[in-house]
């Protein structure tokens, strides 16, 4: 049989042979979730590989740390046993000497009784101070991260002041909110103030406080913070500064000045002009009323309404309110 007769076999033996009609189908949706199942499959043995790769290292560090701890502690009650043995003070007292060393009254008196040139302490003891200052840390750290928003009902006792006009009729005051609650809480903004004008007071606006700006007296706005966290009694404070616009006081118009004073000349018994004695020929000067403008200043915290505390400033009629982020009180 040559090769030509064999392919001709073999391709009749094959020609009956059909597709399914859903062969198409099954091989279009077959193929990608193969596929994704690979992907899968190597992604999740590559997160197993970096999940291992990072924790043996920490337990191993634990592992040694626990260690040095341990050998620390016996190296320091071995020394200080041995020096007693050689002072010839209680050398051969080595359950007392234990026992002092687990009171750390006694063991500071033991300490400073010896001329260690280190202020009486020891290398064990200044490490085992140093480690209770970093834990000590911690619980703040963990306070920050865990404590939520401060609600609306948990900041109260709110009060609003002002000071005098300075010598530039500006005005610095404050508003101050405490943590009512027995709850540690976190203060997430610096909330809203208003300022609505009455009477004849008009074009008020407030802005932020920025270095530079023609609130000198407030503080640095480095100083603010977004985040701020209040244990129960704490407080926190909004500072505000009102600058009155150009003019008088206060930003109001300045008072017009009065016609100049006519005087007559009338001629006198010898023949020369006499100046009648100054008198005035035009209008009496009428002292203007003071500006009845003024503008309530409120601060809403973060947390939303009702409206915390509000502050007037009188005698006003125009300028600008500047005023600060949360600064811890």
């Known amino acids: 049989m040559d090769e030509e007769a064999l392919r001709r076999l073999l ?18 949706h077959a193929v990608p979730a193969r596929r994704a199942r690979k992907r899968q499959a190597l992604v999740g043995a590559v997160a197993a590989v970096l999940l291992v790769g990072t924790a043996v290292p920490g337990l191993l560090r634990v592992a040694d740390s626990g260690t040095t701890d341990e050998d620390q502690r016996a190296n320091a009650a071995s020394s200080q046993r041995t020096q007693g043995g050689a002072d010839g003070t209680g050398g051969d007292d080595s359950g007392a000497g234990e026992a002092d060393e687990r009171k750390p009254g006694k063991a500071a008196e033991k300490e400073g009784g010896q001329d260690t040139g280190n202020g009486g302490k020891s290398e064990h003891d200044r490490q085992r101070n140093g480690s209770g200052a970093s834990a000590g840390a911690t619980p703040s750290q963990g306070m920050a991260a865990s404590s939520p928003s401060c609600e609306r009902t948990q900041l109260g006792s709110g009060t609003a002041v002002k000071g005098e006009p300075d010598s530039e009729s500006k ?3 404050s ?9 540690t809480c976190t203060v997430s903004g610096p909330g809203l103030v208003t300022a609505a004008p009455q009477g004849t007071a008009e074009n008020i606006q407030v802005v932020d406080h920025t270095l530079g700006d023609a609130a000198t007296g407030l503080p640095d706005p480095a100083a603010d913070t977004q985040k701020l966290i209040l244990e129960p009694g704490q407080a926190y404070e909004v500072r505000f500064a009102w600058v009155p616009a150009q003019g008088g006081p206060g930003g109001c118009p300045t008072p ?3 016609p100049e004073p006519e005087t007559s000349d009338s001629p ?7 100046d009648g004695g100054n008198q005035t020929m035009g209008a ?3 002292e203007e009323p003071p500006p009845s403008g003024s503008v309530l200043l ?12 509000t502050v007037t400033i009188g005698n006003v009629c125009a300028g600008t309110v500047y005023r600060t982020g949360v600064i811890a009180g």
């Not at 508003?175 to 709850?183: A, H, I, K």
């Not at 409120?298 to 505390?309: L, Y």
């Open 171 to 173: 005005i610095y005051g």
């Open 11 to 28: 391709r009749t033996v094959v020609e009956d042979i059909e597709p399914s009609r859903d062969s198409l189908d099954h091989l279009r």
């Open 256 to 258: 017009g000045t009065s």
């Open 298 to 309: 409120t601060h809403i915290p973060e947390a939303g309404e009702p409206a915390a505390s």
């Open 268 to 274: 006198s018994g010898d023949g020369t002009m006499s």
């Open 175 to 183: 508003f101050r909110l405490v943590n009512v609650s027995d709850t």
């Open 284 to 286: 009496s000067t009428e």
